[in-house]
């Protein structure tokens, strides 16, 4: 059976209310969706009060960033990742393309981030996905091969065992404007058999994620990709309703 996970990330939104409201939907949503992983990942000042609300159901809590060092100490504004596993935090979000655009991750933070992560536990859902630019210069592959390459290259093929890869080509994040499936399924399959080159069992398990505007319309067709895992939800996580669709899109192609 195919393990699809379908993840919100709920970026820098809403407030403690609102985010409790949305996460009490989510989770008494859920009841049709019992293959499917869910997980939410609020920001980080909301990790315990939303934590709260999931603690003895189904729906997975993750954050959206953690510090890149090995101990805590005097890091100004960071959070440890030990911090979020305090919190109950199972996943976390390294790379996501606004945090490599607009606060300068380079891939050598994100893998250091990376391995930060698996040293506490936590399994990273990292973010690879190339610019409208780099599509359009043919560079979509060397892309996502240099930021697969820098956390392999850290952390060898075998951390990729406890990790989800997420493409999120940039030109579809928040815009409105989704890859197509066929897009979306040629990333993935390229991802996967950039794993099977150096470990085929490690590839044929890892999940991949399509994130990039996804929505209850067009999640479907994005996860009937033989290759594609599952989905990173931003704007569309922030509606329950909607983000419940994008379950039960996943939970259809379990029990199809
Ligand atoms: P979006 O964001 O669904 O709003 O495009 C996805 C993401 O950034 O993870």
Redesign the pocket.
């Known amino acids: 059976m195919r393990r699809y996970l379908v993840a919100g ?1 709920w ?1 820098m939104n809403g407030s403690r209310q609102a985010n409790a409201a949305l996460v009490e939907k989510t989770v008494a949503g859920l009841a049709r969706c019992s293959d499917v992983e869910v997980l939410v990942c609020p920001p980080a000042v909301y990790l315990e009060s939303v934590g709260q609300a999931v603690r003895g159901t189904p729906v997975r809590l993750g954050a959206q960033n953690l510090s890149d060092r090995d101990a805590p100490g005097a890091f100004t504004g960071e959070v440890h990742g030990a911090m979020l596993r305090e919190m109950q935090c199972e996943y976390v979000i390294v790379g ?3 945090r490599r655009a607009l606060y300068g991750e380079t891939d050598e933070v994100v893998a250091r981030k990376f391995r930060a992560a698996q040293s506490l536990g936590l399994t990273p859902i990292l973010c690879v996905g190339e610019t409208l630019a780099q599509r359009e210069a043919n560079e979509t592959e060397a892309v996502l091969e240099r930021q697969l390459e820098a956390v392999v290259q850290l952390c060898e093929v075998a951390a990729l065992a406890r990790a989800v890869v997420a493409y ?1 080509p940039v030109w ?4 409105g404007r989704t890859a197509t499936p066929q897009q979306a399924q040629e990333a993935h399959a390229f991802l996967r058999a950039q794993v099977a080159s150096r470990d085929a069992r490690i590839a044929a398990a890892l999940r991949v994620l399509y ?4 929505n209850s319309g067009n999640a479907a067709a994005l996860f009937a990709g033989p290759d594609v895992d599952g989905g ?5 996580s922030l509606k329950a309703d909607e983000f419940l669709s994008i379950c039960a899109a996943a939970q259809a192609q379990v029990t199809r």
Not at 172 to 175: E, L, P, V
């Open positions: 990330n970026k996501h393309s606004e999120e579809a994040i928040g815009t994130g990039g505007s996804v990173l939800i931003g704007g569309a």
